[in-house]
């Protein structure tokens, strides 16, 4: 029994809801790479955080950004 890769530490906080989380960013892959985040939604949460929010929140943001947008 080998541990060759341990699971990720939830060593961040999300900023908008408080939730730990893990983000991939920083190594091979995330899973906010999976969405779509509008260019104006992106800029308006590096603005508004300094963090990167979980992938819980980006999903909300994304639905919202979507019906406004129509
Ligand atoms: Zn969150």
Avoid: V, W
């Avoid at 699971?7 to 961040?12: E, I, N, S």
């Avoid at 999300?14 to 920083?26: E, I, L, N, S, V």
């Amino acid at each position: 029994m080998s541990a060759a890769t341990p699971p990720p530490a939830l060593d961040d906080r999300c900023p908008r809801c408080g939730q730990p989380f893990h983000c991939g960013a920083q190594e091979a892959h995330c899973d906010c790479f999976e969405l779509k985040l509008g260019e104006a939604l992106r800029q308006q949460l590096a603005q508004q955080y300094s963090r990167c929010l979980c992938i819980a929140c980006l999903r909300q943001l994304q639905a919202e950004q979507g019906h406004a947008a129509g």
